[in-house]
């Protein structure tokens, strides 16, 4: 059974995430199927273009399945486990440099792997469900999927805020951060898929016809005010302006980083400061030595435990066994490195 769909419409090649169950989150068969997909729609001179969407409503993606990762390596399989985030990544990858329109629809939960098949294309339009999220730190793992490339570049430092927060964006935020390239209620999105499938128009002429146009919002510059301190250089400047801050922002941001994996914290802002200056394809390398190590810590089982499986929301860290002294001079030294022995 393949809970992925491709078919031609008119001059599209339509691709469908149809695992309603798991919230279309991501196993190796689906990559494989997507990556399938684009093979074949690339080589056929009658599509113009890609849209990727989900079949039904309740999720675009939720990400890649670490239930079953978690699985593999607990039973001692970590070369299948590996072998889902290379295949992955080189889907990715493939998805930056596609030779035709990328285009995504995106209606509802985005998260890790589901911003992997997205961010990375030429068009995504959201609708006022879309919530688009990098929640690793909070499971023991990672922002991976490219997210050590395209986080640095956002913004107003809002990529390192979401990557080591696991902070939901939405709506005008989203917009203003690139997540999103387009916007439009959702109500619309059929008559914008008809009009993608169908116009013979470049698709930025098309969106223009049905997408907003951002203007000045308060939520937006709101979201710039509390996420500045994460412009600083390390966990423990950071940490230290959250304390002094009072807006229900900064506290949100300080209790995601006291209950995240400190140990993910720490090979995450790694990852962001080196990527800031990474191509790609550099990022998802020195990313999948990241999750060699990840998923080979017990950290990313608790992580699981803790908020897929049991979810009682309360993990309990093996990395934060490590004494205060230690832990506390790699998070506040300015040239971080990963500690593969927490």
Not at 270 to 286: I, Q, V
Request: glycine share 8%.
């Amino acid at each position: 059974m393949s809970f992925v769909t491709a078919e031609k419409i008119g001059l599209a090649g339509v691709i469908g995430l149809d695992r309603p169950k798991a919230l279309n989150a991501l196993d190796l068969s689906m990559i494989r199927d997507l990556t399938r997909a684009l093979d074949k729609f690339e080589s056929d001179a009658e599509i113009k273009r890609i849209i990727l969407r989900s079949n039904h409503s309740r999720a675009f993606c939720a990400g890649g399945d670490l239930r079953r990762i978690c699985a593999l390596t607990s039973a001692g399989f970590y070369d299948e486990a590996e072998l889902f985030f290379q295949t992955e990544y080189a889907l990715n990858l493939r998805i930056a440099t596609f030779s035709k329109p990328y285009i995504s629809l995106i209606d509802g939960m985005c998260m890790g792997g589901g911003l992997g098949l997205t961010v990375h294309g030429h068009y995504r339009i959201a609708s006022e469900n879309a919530v688009f999220a990098m929640p690793e730190t909070g499971i023991g793992f990672v922002p991976d999927v490219g997210g050590s490339y395209f986080l640095p570049r956002m913004p107003y430092r809002a990529g390192y805020w979401m990557g080591l927060t696991g902070a939901r964006v939405r709506n005008f935020d989203a917009h203003a951060l690139g997540l999103s390239t387009h916007m439009s209620r959702a109500v619309m999105f059929d008559k914008i898929f008809e009009a993608l499938c169908s116009a013979k128009s470049a698709p930025n002429q098309v969106l223009e016809e049905f997408c907003g146009v951002l203007g000045y919002q308060t939520s937006v510059l709101n979201l710039v005010s509390a996420i500045q301190c994460f412009e600083k250089p390390t966990l423990c400047s950071i940490r230290d302006y959250l304390a002094n801050t009072k807006s229900p922002e900064a506290q949100h941001a300080k209790d995601a980083l006291k209950s995240a994996s400190p140990r993910s914290l720490q090979e995450t802002m790694t990852l962001l400061r080196r990527g800031a200056n990474s191509t790609l394809e550099a990022c998802l390398a020195r990313e999948f030595k990241t999750v060699q190590r990840a998923i080979r810590h017990p950290d990313l089982n608790e992580g699981v435990r803790a908020i897929l499986i049991d979810k009682d929301h309360a993990p309990h860290w093996p990395s934060a066994k490590v004494s205060n002294s230690a832990q506390k001079l790699s998070i506040c030294n300015n040239n971080i490195q990963p500690q593969a022995a927490l």
